[in-house]
């Protein structure tokens, strides 16, 4: 290989890497992390139950089978605003904490692999598994 065919090569493959990694950062932002990691359930739960939960969740539920569709409901406060997925990482986790709460007050609650979940658990479920098959 010539040199100057190794420059092209090598120019080349590192646009195609920071075009790659560009839209991937801006398809999956920062709270993807905090909306599809359950925070209660992966305490008793390891990655790979919480992923077939997910599986399962998005088997059950037809209309939930999107990422983008699942971070918006998970996104949605209980006044039905949305919620930016730009906010603070803290006030995320204390808004699905909050919805965790209030569907199992109100009995928003799913069976899925034979557990008692919040829809919000069940939800999060679904998004860790679209995010890491």
């Known amino acids: 290989m010539q040199r100057r065919q190794f420059l092209q090569l090598t120019a080349m493959s590192g646009t195609v890497i920071l075009v790659t990694g560009i839209s991937c950062s801006q398809r999956h932002p920062v ?3 905090i909306l599809g990691k359950p925070e209660a359930l992966a305490q008793i739960c390891d990655l790979k139950t919480l992923k077939e ?3 399962a969740y998005r088997g059950q539920t037809a209309s ?3 990422a983008d569709k699942l971070s918006a409901l998970l996104l949605t406060d209980s006044a039905g605003n949305q919620v930016s997925s730009a ?3 803290s006030f995320i986790q204390t808004l699905l ?3 965790i709460d209030q569907d199992f007050e109100a009995g928003n609650i799913v069976i899925v692999k034979g557990w008692i979940l919040s829809v919000t658990e069940a939800r999060q479920c679904a998004l860790l598994f679209i995010n890491n098959p």
Do not use: R, V
């Open 97 to 99: 904490n909050k919805k």
């Open 64 to 66: 939930e089978t999107d």
């Open 87 to 89: 906010s603070d990482q």
């Open 53 to 55: 939960i997910g599986m």
């Open 31 to 33: 709270s993807y992390d």
